[in-house]
C-alpha cells in the first residue's frame, strides 16, 4: 500500500512515453480509458504481426515500392526474420497512415479491446463517407448526363421539323 492509502496494484502506473490525446499526467491512455498497467514494446514477431495487418494485402513488392526500400527487406520486416529499425517503423507508418504507437506499443487487454473495437468502426465507417462523396458525384455526373441528352433531343427533333418535306 502507498502511502496514500491506495494498493499499487490499484495505482495507476504514469509512464514516461506520452500518447496524443492522454492526459499531461500520463494516467490515461489515448482513449481516455485509466491505464492501471504500463504498456510495453512489442516483441519483433508481435511487430511484425502489427505491420503485416497495416500493409494489408498489397504484395510485399508494391509495400516495398511504397515505402523505397527493398523488397527482400520489407518481406524479412513483414515475416518477423529481422529486426525493425525506427526509420523502417516511420516510413510504414506515414505511407500506410497508421500511428506509430499503435504498431510499437501494446497496451493492457482492457485498453486494445476498445482501441480495437474503434478501430473496427472507423475504417468502414471511413470507407462509407468516401462511398458516400463518390456517388454524390455520381450524382451530379448523371444530372449533367440527362440534360445534355435533353439538350440533343431537343436539337433532332427541331432539325426535323425543320427539314423540308420531300
Not at 22 to 43: H, K, M, N, Q
Not at 89 to 115: C, G, I, K, S
Request: no cysteine; hydrophobic share 40%; glycine share 6%.
Amino acid at each position: 500500500m502507498g502511502p496514500d492509502g491506495i494498493h499499487n496494484a490499484e495505482r495507476p502506473v504514469a509512464s514516461s512515453l506520452r500518447f496524443v490525446g492522454s492526459d499531461p499526467d500520463g494516467t490515461t491512455d489515448p482513449l481516455g480509458e485509466p491505464i492501471t498497467s504500463a504498456p510495453r514494446a512489442l516483441s519483433d514477431r508481435e511487430l511484425a504481426a502489427r505491420l503485416r495487418t497495416a500493409v494489408g494485402a498489397l504484395p510485399v513488392s508494391k509495400v516495398a515500392e511504397r515505402v523505397n526500400m527493398n523488397s527482400e527487406t520489407v518481406r524479412r520486416y513483414l515475416t518477423g526474420a529481422s529486426k525493425v529499425p525506427a526509420t523502417a517503423v516511420a516510413r510504414l507508418a506515414v505511407e500506410f497512415q497508421v500511428n506509430p504507437a499503435e504498431l510499437l506499443v501494446a497496451y493492457p487487454p482492457e485498453t486494445d479491446a476498445a482501441r480495437n473495437a474503434e478501430s473496427s468502426v472507423a475504417v468502414p465507417l471511413e470507407r462509407l463517407r468516401g462511398l458516400r462523396d463518390r456517388l454524390a458525384g455520381m450524382r451530379e455526373t448523371l444530372a449533367w448526363l440527362e440534360s445534355e441528352l435533353q439538350s440533343a433531343a431537343r436539337s433532332v427533333t427541331e432539325l426535323a421539323e425543320a427539314k423540308p418535306a420531300v
